[in-house]
């Protein structure tokens, strides 16, 4: 089975640049988190959605950050305009119905914003 | 005080000795618990669910202790495999927000 699906799997850019993220989530499963983790800060929620609506964007650290989900196979996380301190690697997470199933993670994005 | 915490280690043991991590949580309506193993350049995966009775699976085992609100792994006859970084996770009833904790980092040598 597919696991989730994130792309590219590196992104080395210069600041100002828009990123774009993508992920498709594992096929069935009705909720999307995006993460970002870093080793100053760890794995930190930005945002996630249920059923393509999003619930909490709390996490997303600023305007600059913005997230869609168009639908259940797709989603995108971009940073417009990007900045040497959004380095980090971007997780996609996906979960079946139910508040407290665990969720899966896809390989990450590593980002790097010269 | 941080949602989850958990100890950075670095925990370094000789293989086949037995390794205990715990985790602590600050908010008691946490309902769901889990461990996750992270390996360097990789993401997260998950390890175990910790349930309330407490769980095992193979080498290792899970509990729960919500009077003093953390949970813990015991990693037995550990194996140069099981170096990782391990995720302390909690979530609350209804809630699909899940929080990490900074992770434990385990190193197994020869």
């Known amino acids: 089975d597919a696991g989730v699906i994130q792309s590219p799997r590196h992104e080395v850019t210069e600041m100002g640049q828009e990123v774009t993220l993508r992920c498709k989530p594992i096929s069935g499963h009705d909720y999307l988190f995006w993460y970002r983790q870093t080793m100053m800060r760890g794995l930190e929620l930005l945002i996630y959605?249920?059923?393509?609506?999003?619930?909490?964007d709390s996490g997303m650290p600023e305007d600059r950050f913005s997230a869609k989900m168009p639908n259940a196979s797709f989603s995108t996380l971009k940073i417009q305009p990007s900045e040497p301190r959004d380095s980090a690697v971007y997780f996609c997470?996906?979960?079946?119905?139910?508040?407290?199933?665990?969720?899966?993670f896809g390989d990450g994005t590593r980002l790097s914003i010269l | 005080r941080k949602e989850v915490e958990q100890d950075p280690g670095p925990f370094n043991v000789p293989e086949g000795a037995t390794v205990a991590f715990n985790c602590t949580y600050s908010?008691?309506?946490?309902?769901?618990f889990f461990w996750y193993r992270q390996d360097c350049r990789k993401e997260p995966k998950l390890l175990m669910s910790v349930y309330s009775s407490g769980n095992e699976d193979g080498r290792f085992t899970a509990q729960l202790n919500r009077a003093s609100q953390y949970i813990s792994l015991l990693i037995r006859d550990s194996k140069l495999s099981d170096s990782a970084t391990y995720l302390c996770v909690v979530i609350l009833y209804n809630n699909n927000d899940m929080r990490f904790g900074a992770g434990t980092r385990l190193t197994v040598k020869p």
């Open positions: 997470a996906s979960s079946f119905i139910g508040g407290n199933q665990p969720q899966h």
């Open positions: 959605f249920n059923n393509n609506v999003p619930i909490d």
């Open positions: 908010n008691s309506a946490s309902q769901s």
